[in-house]
């Protein structure tokens, strides 16, 4: 590990590859309900639907971690599968327009899942790689700054892109915005990722030749006495996903329901639509994640979390009771800052908490706690939705919102090493 602080401009260039990353992430959430829908899937069917790329998330990040841990090559442990997967995922979204039927969609879908795991997992352990335990928080910001970049792209290329000249191209079922969106979503993960790589191979060879204090310092006692603290966050990233899953799949059909009231023959207005909300909430969650190492310099950043979680629960239960879009845009406020927190403290928290050695594979298995709520959704939620719900997609919101709140409460039983810092 480089000891010597990193300039943020080079924080910067190592997360570049998120962008690209969560670009696509974004289009495919963004998206798929829609997809789904145009090949005449059920709202109750949705769950269902992403079941299997829920399962290949729940596994593929720990058996990235792991190996990656052990691998050794020119490039480092992570960099030989952010690339491999970069490229299965860029072939992935580059054939996705050809298909033709929900069953290809689903296919694809998990194929797509399969390349993003194997680029995505490595980026987490890959800050212990690189950068000093005291730079922790605000290079997981800057990852969730980077994330926030990319997403707020996809989400409104789809609008961006909905002009008379695209409109009159016709390759195949899925919307032209949509399809060339996938398009360009392929080039900016290539550029991004290699980005990246550039960025980050001067200084793993540096990193390399220097003896990690953390693997000194840290063994297997010392993760035995940080098991309370990482089991919490476990629980936490439990609820947090289970609630935030639960949005981003029934984003679409809520406002189908409650903004276009049920008009079917206007996917490509309400994909567009969720794409705009979405944009809404990441590039709030720029912001909040700029701000959030500042803050957590006065501020505990558990305390930064628990109160992040209150406000985007708060949010999220408040979709339950609006009728306009405009209202709908003012509560992605909320979700915006829980959204650039969750995504970074949690982690900071958690690697001050492993030795360098086994990073990739708690981070795997952190990934874990983030996918098998996504399974629980998809197995469970459209049986809710409509033996209980009554098919009014609105409810699920106003659950998600507690799903949050219970998160808050675990994460403020959290003992936080940098919350003593600060206290002393």
Known sequence: ????????????????????????????????????????????????????????????????????????????????????????TAITIILWPLVSSLAMAAI???????????????FRPLVSD??????????????????????????????IL??????????????????????IGAIVLITSVAWSVISVKPYLLISNQKKNPDDVEKNSGQIL????????????????WLGTFSFLVYLTPVIRQVILHNYQNLIEQCAIITGL??????????IFA??????????????????????????????????RELYLFLLMIGIGVAWAAFN????????????????????????????????LVSLFIGLILEKFLKGNTVNIMLLAGICYIIAAIFVQLIHDTETCKIQK
């Open 1 to 88: 590990m480089i000891n010597e602080k990193i300039k943020n401009s080079t924080l910067f260039g190592f997360s570049s590859g998120l962008v690209g990353i969560q670009f696509v992430w974004s289009l495919v959430i963004a998206n798929m309900s829609g997809i789904f829908a145009l090949f005449k899937a059920k709202d109750s069917e949705l769950g269902l639907l992403w079941i299997v790329p829920s399962i290949i998330g729940l596994i593929f990040p720990l058996l990235i971690g792991y190996f990656s841990d052990r691998t050794s090559t020119f490039l480092g442990k992570r960099l030989p599968y952010i690339i491999t997967g970069t490229l299965v």
């Open 108 to 122: 694809m879908l998990c194929l797509f899942t399969i390349g993003m795991n194997t680029t995505q997992q490595p």
């Open 130 to 159: 690189i950068v000093s335990k005291n730079q922790y928080t605000s290079f997981y910001a800057i990852q969730t700054i980077m994330i926030g970049l990319g997403a707020t792209l996809a989400f409104i290329m789809p609008w």
């Open 162 to 183: 909905k002009s008379n000249v695209i409109a009159n191209i016709h390759i195949s079922n899925i919307p032209t915005s949509i399809m060339f969106s996938f398009f």
């Open 225 to 240: 006495n940080a098991k309370n603290t990482i089991i919490k966050i476990f629980v936490a990233q439990f609820f947090i």
């Open 277 to 286: 909300v979405s944009a809404a909430y990441t590039l709030v969650s720029i």
């Open 290 to 323: 700029y701000l959030i190492p500042i803050i957590s310099q006065r501020i505990p950043r558990k305390i930064i979390l628990v109160l992040s979680l209150l406000a985007g629960g708060a949010s999220l239960g408040s979709i339950y009771f609006i009728n």
């Open 344 to 375: 970074s403290i949690p982690f900071a928290i958690l690697s001050d908490c492993i030795p360098n050695k086994k990073m990739g594979f708690y981070m795997g298995l952190s990934n874990v706690f983030i996918c098998l709520p996504q399974i």
